[in-house]
């Protein structure tokens, strides 16, 4: 089992900017593929990005290329997702999720293990 938690959400003007965290606990691995998922009310789940194990690949939606920025801490089995610029359209309850020693992939089936998720808020 892999827990998941994420934190750093909350309420922000566009243009601002927020670091989202997603600290795991038990079977962590640093072959563990990560992701960053969001959903919208009325939409469906989509990945914002996903890093390798090593960090040395990422997969960005083009939605948020050059705004966003992935990172993982492997001695603290932790992963960030730095957003900068942030848009209306960016509001969303933002999903880690744990791919166990899989390939990179940006499909939410791919992922075993969830956190609860986190809620952003973008006003205009």
């Known amino acids: 089992q892999v827990h998941l938690i994420e934190s750093g959400g909350g309420l922000v003007q566009a243009g601002g900017s927020l670091r989202l965290s997603c600290a795991a606990s038990?079977?962590?691995?640093?072959?563990?593929?990560m992701g960053w998922f969001r959903q919208a009310p009325g939409k469906e789940r989509e990945c914002v990005v996903a890093i390798a194990q090593s960090g040395s690949a990422t997969n960005y939606a083009d939605s948020v290329k050059g705004r966003f920025t992935i990172s993982r801490d492997n001695t603290k089995n932790t992963v960030y997702l730095q957003m900068n610029s942030l848009k209306p359209e960016d509001t969303a309850v933002y999903y880690c999720?744990?791919?166990?020693?899989?390939?990179?992939?940006?499909?939410?089936?791919?992922?075993?293990?969830w956190g609860q998720g986190t809620q952003v808020t973008v006003s205009s």
């Open positions: 038990g079977r962590t691995s640093s072959r563990n593929v």
């Open positions: 999720a744990a791919n166990l020693g899989g390939l990179i992939s940006s499909k939410k089936n791919a992922y075993t293990y």
